[in-house]
C-alpha cells in the first residue's frame, strides 16, 4: 500500500463522520469555541459566552489557486492547548501598560487531495481571534482566491454598522476612505446601501452579550477586509476589496512564497463594558518596530484648516496658530495641504525656528496619491517610491519637522496596504510621527509602529464645516464612535469647537464638544478650535484644555450606549478625567457610579443655560445623580 493510499483511506474515515474538536475555552473559562468538520467536509466554528450560542456555527477556509481549502476538509490533528502571555506599552490608547492572556490551538485540516492549511485559534477574557496559515509544500506560491470566514448571528440580533463607500467615487475619486455614518441598531441581514459592503468594527449585540467584529496584524503581505453587502439572515461573511483599490500597477489580493499568513479575524465579545475596555485590536498586532522614544511624543495640536480651510495655509496664519499652540501649551501646530507652494521650504524653516524658540513643533500634510485619484493638493507624488520618500523624509528631519500628515489613498488592495507600511517604516527611520487620513481602519499598527500618532477613517469634524446634514448627524455619530471606529485605534476627528462654524448652525453644546477632547483617542490630538474661538472661553475651561494629559494610563466605562450616550473615565498618573456626553434630543438623567475613583473631590464642568454657555462646580467621587443636557455633555477632573 503506496503513502497516498494509506492518507486517502485515512481521510476517507474521516470525512464519514462529523468531527467536533474538543471546546478551547478562555482562561476564565467563560468563553468558549467549538471547531467542526461536517461529513460533507464543510468546516465550520460556533463561539458560546457562558454557555449561550453568540456567533452560531459559521463556516471557515480559504480558496487558493490550486488549492480549495474549502470544501471536503477534515481535522487532521490539533495542536495541544497553549497559554499566550504577552505584555507591552502603547504611547498612546486606552493605557499605556498593557497584558494579554489566551489560550490556543492549532487545527490542522486536510483536503481530498492530502494539501494542509493550519487555523491557529485564540480565546481571551474578552474575545476570540483566528487565522489561517498555509505552508502547503505543493504550492510553492500561494495566490488568494477567496475566503469563507464568517459570522452567523441570531436573527434576533441587532448591528450598528457603517457602509463601505464605492471605490473611485466620491470628490475627486477619494473614496473609499471609512468616512460615513453607521447605521444604527439595524436588524442583522440588512443589506448594506452599497455594493462594496460594511466596514470594520462592525458592532453587533445578541441578547445581553455585545461583539465588535476587526482584523489585525497587517504586515503588507496581505489585503485589508470588509463584512460583504449581502448577510442573508444575520449570516455575515468577509469580502475583499475592489479591483480598484490598489496602488497603480500593483496587486489587488494576497500571495505569498513559502507561507501565506492572514491576519488575526477578532471577534471581541462581553458585556459593553468588556467591549470598550478591550485592547484586543493591538494584543494580536505584531510587536513594536524600534523608533526613537525621544521623537515619540504624543501630544495636542493646533490646526488652522479645520475652519479656516486652504486660505489659512500662509505663513502669517500658521504662525499665529504657532502662537495659539503656545498659548494652550499644546504641543504641535499642522501646516496643511499646498504649504510647499504657498510657504515653501525656505519660509517653513522660518516657522519651525519659530516654533521651537515657543516649544511647538511643525507637522507637514503630503498627499500619497499617484494616479489613484484626481486630487491636485501638494506635496503629491514625493512619496511613490522608497527612494523618493528616504529623501523627503530627510529632508524633513533635517529642516526640524517632527511629522507628516498623509491624505487621500486608494483603498484595502494588498498592494497598498504594503504602501502604508512602506509609508510607516520609512518615517520610523527618519524619526517622523506619521498621521493617514484618506485613509483606511489602522487595524492595530499603532502597537506595532509607534510613530502611528493617528489616523482619519472617519468622517470628522471636516465634514460637519461643509454640509448642514452632516452638522446635524454630529450628535448621534459621536455618541457612536468609542463603541466602534475608536475601539482599537486612535481615530483623527479633530474635535472642540466653542464658537461658530461659517454657513453652518452648530447642533451640540459646548459641553458636549469639550468631552469629545478626552472621549476621542488620538495620539496627537488636532483641535479643531481657533484662537477667536478660543478667547470665547471661560478661563477654567481654557485651563482644562491646557492641562489635558497626552495619554492615559487605564480606561473605564462608566455608562453608556452606542449612538445615544457615553461616559467614560480616563486615568493619568493619580489623576481621573470623567467625560461624558448625550446625543438624544431630550436631557439625559444618570445614575454615575465613580466609587473607583475615592470619596474624593474634584471639578465639574458642564453645560450652562445657554447653548454656548459653560458651568463649573465641585463634584464628588462615589456614586452621583447627573443630567446631562440635550446635545450637551461634561467633563470632570479628580486629581
Not at 467536509?41 to 477556509?61: E, F, K, W
Not at 492641562?547 to 452606542?562: A, I, K
Amino acid at each position: 500500500m503506496t503513502a497516498l493510499t494509506r492518507t486517502t483511506l485515512a481521510l476517507a474515515a474521516i470525512f464519514s463522520t462529523q468531527v467536533h474538536a474538543a471546546a478551547l475555552t478562555s482562561p476564565d473559562g467563560h468563553i468558549s469555541v467549538t471547531v467542526t468538520a461536517a461529513p460533507s467536509g464543510a468546516l465550520s466554528y460556533s463561539v458560546a459566552r457562558d454557555g449561550t450560542p453568540v456567533i452560531l456555527p459559521s463556516p471557515l477556509g480559504l480558496k487558493l489557486q490550486g488549492s480549495d481549502l474549502v470544501t471536503k476538509l477534515a481535522i487532521a490533528s490539533t495542536s495541544p492547548v497553549r497559554p499566550v502571555r504577552d505584555s507591552y506599552e502603547l504611547a498612546a490608547g486606552k493605557k499605556r501598560h498593557i497584558s494579554y492572556a489566551a489560550n490556543e490551538q492549532v487545527y490542522t485540516v486536510r483536503n481530498a487531495q492530502g494539501q494542509a492549511m493550519d487555523i491557529a485559534f485564540r480565546v481571551s477574557n474578552d474575545g476570540v481571534a483566528f487565522r489561517y496559515l498555509v505552508r502547503e509544500p505543493s504550492l510553492p506560491r500561494k495566490r488568494f482566491v477567496a475566503e469563507l470566514t464568517g459570522f452567523n448571528f441570531d436573527k434576533s440580533a441587532r448591528a450598528w454598522l457603517q457602509p463601505m463607500s464605492v471605490a473611485q467615487t466620491g470628490w475627486m475619486n477619494t473614496n473609499p476612505a471609512y468616512e460615513e455614518h453607521y447605521q444604527r441598531e439595524i436588524a442583522v441581514g440588512t443589506k448594506a446601501p452599497t455594493p462594496a459592503g460594511w466596514v470594520f468594527p462592525a458592532l453587533f449585540r445578541s441578547g445581553d452579550t455585545w461583539v465588535a467584529l476587526t482584523e489585525a496584524n497587517m504586515d503588507g503581505s496581505f489585503h485589508a477586509s470588509r463584512l460583504d453587502a449581502a448577510s442573508p439572515d444575520g449570516r455575515y461573511r468577509l469580502a475583499p476589496p475592489a479591483a480598484a483599490e490598489v496602488f497603480t500597477g500593483g496587486a489587488l489580493l494576497a500571495e505569498a512564497k513559502g507561507e501565506l499568513v492572514t491576519p488575526w479575524r477578532i471577534i471581541a465579545l462581553g458585556s459593553l463594558r468588556t467591549i470598550v475596555e478591550s485592547t484586543l485590536g493591538t494584543d494580536l498586532a505584531a510587536p513594536a518596530i524600534a523608533f526613537d522614544k525621544t521623537r515619540l511624543q504624543p501630544g495636542h495640536a493646533s490646526w488652522s484648516w479645520a475652519l479656516l480651510k486652504d486660505d489659512g495655509t500662509v505663513f502669517d496664519v500658521q504662525k499665529k496658530f504657532v502662537d495659539h499652540a503656545a498659548d494652550m501649551r499644546w504641543d504641535y501646530t499642522l501646516v496643511d495641504a499646498d504649504w510647499d507652494r504657498k510657504i515653501g521650504d525656505a519660509k517653513m524653516r522660518e516657522l519651525v525656528a519659530y516654533g521651537a524658540r515657543k516649544n511647538v513643533g511643525i507637522l507637514v500634510w503630503y498627499n500619497s496619491s499617484g494616479a489613484w485619484n484626481k486630487t491636485e493638493y501638494s506635496p503629491k507624488g514625493a512619496l511613490l517610491t522608497r527612494d523618493a520618500r528616504v529623501r523627503e523624509f530627510a529632508k524633513l528631519r533635517e529642516m526640524g519637522i517632527k511629522g507628516v500628515k498623509i491624505d487621500f489613498f486608494a483603498g484595502d488592495g494588498q498592494s497598498m496596504i504594503a504602501y502604508y507600511v512602506d509609508i510607516l517604516n520609512d518615517a520610523a527611520k527618519a524619526g517622523l510621527l506619521v498621521n493617514f487620513h484618506g485613509a483606511t481602519l489602522p487595524r492595530g499598527w499603532s502597537r506595532t509602529y509607534p510613530n502611528l500618532m493617528s489616523a482619519e477613517a472617519v468622517r470628522g469634524f471636516e465634514f460637519t464645516t461643509f454640509f448642514q446634514a452632516d452638522q446635524d448627524a454630529v450628535p448621534r455619530h459621536a455618541a457612536m464612535l468609542p463603541f466602534t471606529r475608536n475601539l482599537f485605534d486612535p481615530m483623527d476627528f479633530t474635535p472642540t469647537v466653542f464658537g461658530d462654524i461659517p454657513k453652518i448652525q452648530r447642533k451640540t453644546r459646548n459641553g458636549f464638544e469639550l468631552a469629545e477632547s478626552v472621549l476621542f483617542l488620538s495620539g496627537i490630538q488636532h483641535f479643531a478650535e481657533t484662537p477667536e474661538g478660543m478667547a470665547t472661553a471661560p478661563a477654567y475651561v481654557k485651563g482644562f484644555l491646557q492641562e489635558l494629559p497626552r495619554s492615559w494610563d487605564e480606561t473605564r466605562f462608566v455608562d453608556g450606549y452606542p449612538g445615544r450616550h457615553v461616559v467614560i473615565a480616563r486615568r493619568a498618573g493619580k489623576a481621573w478625567y470623567v467625560a461624558g456626553l448625550n446625543a438624544d434630543d431630550a436631557d439625559k438623567p444618570l445614575e454615575l457610579d465613580l466609587s473607583f475613583i475615592g470619596q474624593g473631590e474634584g471639578t465639574l464642568i458642564t453645560d450652562g443655560k445657554g447653548e454656548r454657555e459653560f458651568s463649573q462646580s465641585s463634584f464628588k467621587g462615589g456614586k452621583h445623580q447627573i443630567s446631562i443636557k440635550a446635545h450637551g455633555g461634561f467633563v470632570a477632573v479628580f486629581k
